[in-house]
């Protein structure tokens, strides 16, 4: 999420301050790019420079390793009027119908279209998801790109990129926080259980001589979360009830813990507000670009409705983010 919102002191990706600092004449006249400060996503921090980091020599090194992408900085316009027309230029996309997705739910009851209003607060959530969508595929595309590139031998198959998450606490930890550090703990159990339990018993196997390493399991912190009436199943309940608050879900977390966490915001984040509306409005886009990045992405849940029944019902956000245990050993395979 860092695409949409920073931490006090963090920038957000350096790869957009680069673009700003580098990008210069008429390409950069046809994006409609300013400075950082213009941008919400990029200036909401306070920071927008990196004494570490010279902007316009990183863009060039991109330039050199890299054939400059057609999409820059298109989902940063993504702010309501007057930015809308500009937005809806970049996407290739009609501004009534963007205005439209950004601001209405459609949903469908007995075969026919219901339009909700959303309120401001769930608008700019749209937003924010609309551009965190445009930065993955974005993303997935270059990752695309450079596999076609550096192809060799037949058994080439491609690269992968490993982020491994760090335990995050700061002042106010929200939803982002909270999925990230629960990633952390799965990790921290995979190499518990791989690296600690297994690799001790080989030893003992060979009747090596070495010192019991101690270490802390974190079962019971995973328990907290993944259990049946854990965190997580709390929270994916909470966000499936329509009325529900962030008050009634802080009834049902309320539990004393190393880190808090502001629960403000946690429903409609987790509730995804990616809504397919949204996701067919970029599918009709009239650039092939943008077309190409959302043509194979699949509809979370076919059409959102107005039914209850689990079969009707999106995969929430933490859903989605829960880590099976095949991802760790494929990522472990890898390492």
């Known amino acids: ?23 210069v004449g008429e390409k950069r006249d046809a994006f409609y790019l300013s400075v950082p400060e213009h941008y919400h996503y990029l200036n ?17 090194e991109v330039i050199v390793s890299l054939a400059m992408s057609p999409f820059l ?15 809806s230029e970049l996407l290739g996309l009609d501004s009534v119908q963007l205005a439209e997705a950004l601001t209405q739910r459609s949903m469908i009851l007995r075969g026919e279209e ?17 551009a965190m969508a445009l930065y993955a595929q974005c993303f997935a595309w270059v990752i695309k790109k450079i596999n076609s590139r550096i192809k060799g031998k037949d058994d ?10 760090g335990f995050e606490n700061f002042e106010v930890n929200r939803f982002e926080q909270f999925s990230i550090n629960y990633a952390n703990e799965k990790l921290q159990e995979y190499f518990n259980k791989h690296i600690f339990s297994l690799e001790q018993l080989e030893y003992s196997k060979e009747g090596l001589i070495w010192e019991d390493i101690d270490w802390t399991d974190n079962g019971e912190c995973l328990d907290l979360i993944e259990k049946k009436l854990g965190l997580l199943a709390l929270i994916n309940e909470e966000s499936h009830f329509p009325q529900a608050t962030d008050s009634t879900l802080l009834a049902k977390l309320h539990t004393q813990h190393a880190v808090q966490y502001d629960v ?4 409609e984040k987790n509730r ?12 009709e886009s009239s650039l092939d670009f943008i077309y190409d990045l959302f043509e194979h992405v699949s509809s979370r849940s076919g059409q959102d409705t107005l039914k209850c029944g689990s079969k009707h019902r999106k995969a929430t956000v933490s859903l989605q983010f829960r880590v099976s245990p095949v991802t760790f050993e494929g990522f472990a395979r890898h390492l």
């Open 272 to 283: 995804d507000t990616f809504r397919d509306d949204l996701l067919n409005l970029l599918q």
């Open 156 to 165: 080439f198959k491609s690269i992968g990129i490993l982020d491994i998450f």
């Open 1 to 23: 999420n860092r695409v949409v919102r920073q931490n006090p002191g963090e920038r957000n990706y350096h790869i957009f301050y680069a673009l700003l600092a580098g990008l």
């Open 44 to 60: 909401q921090s306070g920071c927008v420079a990196d004494e570490t980091i010279s902007d316009k020599e990183s863009f060039q």
């Open 264 to 267: 403000r915001g946690i429903l």
């Open 114 to 130: 219901i339009l909700t209003p959303l309120n401001v607060q769930q608008a700019v959530d749209s937003r924010d998801s609309l």
């Open 73 to 87: 900085m298109t989902y940063e316009a993504l702010r309501f009027r007057p930015a809308l027309g500009r937005s």
